[in-house]
């Protein structure tokens, strides 16, 4: 990046690739490496198959590299391009060794941990960026088969989260109904502190919370509360930094102000809360 300028690694990404569009052609060599590291893999993911599908159409030749596997899973309109990847072995004593040649295929592990590993991250990091790694990829698995239509998959879907939660039972929150009606509808509404939290206390968890994070909460405060079992983050509040990677259930609650909607609480699983 370059701050001086007002200009990220992104807006520098994309400045490059503009040029790139402005003058290639059938004729050019293109090389491009990378792409899509300095935003969020969603949009990376997004801005890079479009442009691969637009190089492709233009039959430019050249090298598009890059560590977004995600690519791989889109339906991109792709007819001049072939899948190769870097080639390794495992010698005798079990290690990885690059071989620096481009073989046919496609590379579904970049090896980031083998990499760490051998750069001195300690063994404690690795194991558990490897628990964390199985975990991400096997839930991925599960939620492709249940898009494909394998009715299996649902009920091993409920599984992995049962058992990644240590929740036995289904959940049930009864909202609290408000005495005001318009033309025979109820207006519901829930209490976090009332409603929901009771609920996930005695289903789930063994200690009960006994305070929120709000705005006012320190980093200090907020990263005790992580060892806590239910915590209530307030609106307006913004998760520290070490809320990231700790796999939990979240209730969001949207309340709201329309007389006529109900309130809605949406359940789901992240080790990415500051996204929700």
Known sequence: DIPSEGKSAWALEMDDMAVILRDCTHKSLVMVDELGKGTS??????????LLEYLDAIRVRGIFATHLHELLHMNLKLNNTKNTKMDFYVDELGHVQWTYKLAEGVCTDSMALVTARQYGITPKIIQRAEELKRAIRDKAI???????GNSASQSNLDSFVNDSFQAEEAIEVTPRISTKSTKSKVHVRYDLHIDVVPVMQE???????????SEESDDEEAEELITRDVVVV??????????????CVYVLHVSNTDNDAPDVLYVGETAGIMQR
């Open 41 to 50: 893999t969603e949009d990376g993911c997004a801005v890079s198959g479009s």
């Open 142 to 148: 599960l939620v492709e088969q249940l898009l494909q």
């Open 234 to 247: 307030e609106p307006g509040y913004n998760p520290p930094v070490s809320f990231e990677g700790h796999n």
């Open 203 to 213: 289903h789930c968890f063994s200690e009960p919370a006994s305070r929120s994070v």
